[in-house]
């Protein structure tokens, strides 16, 4: 079920318990993006702060777990993120669809700020540490060790 080593045991002991493992689970994800929109806010190029203070984070409950996502509604946020015109294309920075480089433009330089706030999570183990806090607290609440 789970690639992080020893989750599988903490929520068998959890729902042993009693208690709700994907509301665990989702408070401690939560806590997890909340790490990655702070470090995105503080990447983030700032001229008004309307990116800056775009950063959100959303969670839910599915039939298969839990999700959060850190995202920003703004349109013009990918083309800070991956740049524009030639600059951003020679950047070499893969980039989702729907974001095109006009080869006719000079165009700025990528700033990221999202994808960087989202690989030191993923390189440092963060949000997977929240978790297991968020579910260790859990089951400490309803009397396990």
Known sequence: MSSVEGLDELLATL???GGNVKESAKKGLERGAKKIQKNAKYLSPVDTGHLRNSIKIKSQ???EGVEAQVYTNLEYAP???FGT???GASSHMERPEGVHYNA???????Q???TPA???AKNTGEVEQE???SIQQDIRKLGGK
């Open 131 to 133: 978790v297991i806090k």
């Open 15 to 17: 729902s042993g318990l």
């Open 112 to 114: 990221p700020f999202l």
């Open 104 to 110: 006719r433009w000079m165009g700025q330089k990528p």
């Open 118 to 120: 989202y690989l030191h």
């Open 85 to 87: 015109g030639v600059r």
């Open 79 to 81: 083309y800070v993120e």
């Open 61 to 63: 409950i599915t039939q």
